[in-house]
């Protein structure tokens, strides 16, 4: 069974920088059949997917384009874990923020990512 | 990016009716299309994936079905602990895109 635990702070000042971490348990973050996943979630916007990191030989990222200039998401394979780093942060960025796995699913000859392993949520409030 | 459109936004029903959700795609996406359930104050959770295919532990009164644009969620006899918000979400490219929800409240 995937456990995915995170930490981080929930208040964050504007323009300063949200770091939340993922820390895995039940799999590996590099993991060749898995990718990590942030998403967050706020009334105005609904469920967001920000980024992802996963290991295919090497480490490989995306990032939506509306947070590409401002996010990192890095593998931290010592401790199992994941984080995410957003700069620059302004009210817009106030949510509750998911870390979530992405599974392998095969059918037929055919494997597909599929959300299945979320974290249970930090509410990060960007406020002076 | 791929827009997912729900319908309704919410709905009101009874325990034991039989209710439907509908998501399209704004384009094609074959059977990669997901849902999942979310409760007050919790993360969502993986109820349905590749359209139809029930995931582990979850009841057989959720199903399924769809390909394409359009996709159905079904459940056939509601159950009290059903009262939730439904999204679809498609897996067919990044970046993952989500339905606005459904909320499915008590009548």
């Known amino acids: 069974q995937v456990q995915l635990q995170q930490s981080g702070p929930g208040l964050v000042k504007p323009s300063q920088t949200l770091s939340l971490t993922c820390a895995i348990s039940?799999?590996?973050?590099?993991?060749?059949?898995?990718?990590w996943n942030w998403i967050r979630q706020s009334p105005s916007r609904g469920l967001e997917w920000l980024g992802r990191?996963?290991?295919?030989?090497?480490?490989?990222?995306d990032y939506a384009v509306s947070v590409k200039s401002r996010i990192t998401i890095n593998p931290d394979t010592s401790k199992n874990q994941f984080s995410l780093q957003l700069n620059s942060v302004t009210p817009e960025d106030t949510a509750v923020y998911y870390c979530?796995?992405?599974?392998?699913?095969?059918?037929?000859?055919?494997?597909?990512?599929?959300?299945?392993?979320w974290g249970q949520g930090t509410l990060v409030t960007v406020s002076p | 990016d791929i827009q997912m459109t729900q319908s309704p936004s919410s709905l009101s029903a009874s325990v034991g009716d039989r209710v439907t959700i509908t998501c399209r795609a704004s384009?094609?996406?074959?059977?990669?299309l997901n849902w999942c359930q979310q409760k007050p104050g919790k993360a969502p959770k993986l109820l349905i994936y590749?359209?139809?295919s029930l995931q582990s532990g979850v009841p057989s009164r959720f199903s399924g079905s769809g390909s394409g644009t359009e996709f159905t969620l079904t459940i056939s006899s509601l159950q009290p602990e059903d009262f939730a918000t439904y999204y679809c979400?498609?897996?067919?490219?990044?970046?993952?895109?989500f339905g606005q929800g459904t909320k499915v409240e008590i009548k």
């Open positions: 039940g799999d590996r973050v590099s993991s060749n059949t898995a990718a």
């Open positions: 384009r094609s996406i074959s059977n990669y």
């Open positions: 979400q498609q897996s067919d490219s990044i970046p993952w895109t």
């Open positions: 990191t996963y290991y295919r030989s090497k480490w490989y990222n």
């Open positions: 590749a359209a139809s």
């Open positions: 979530a796995r992405d599974g392998e699913y095969c059918s037929n000859g055919v494997c597909r990512l599929i959300i299945d392993y």
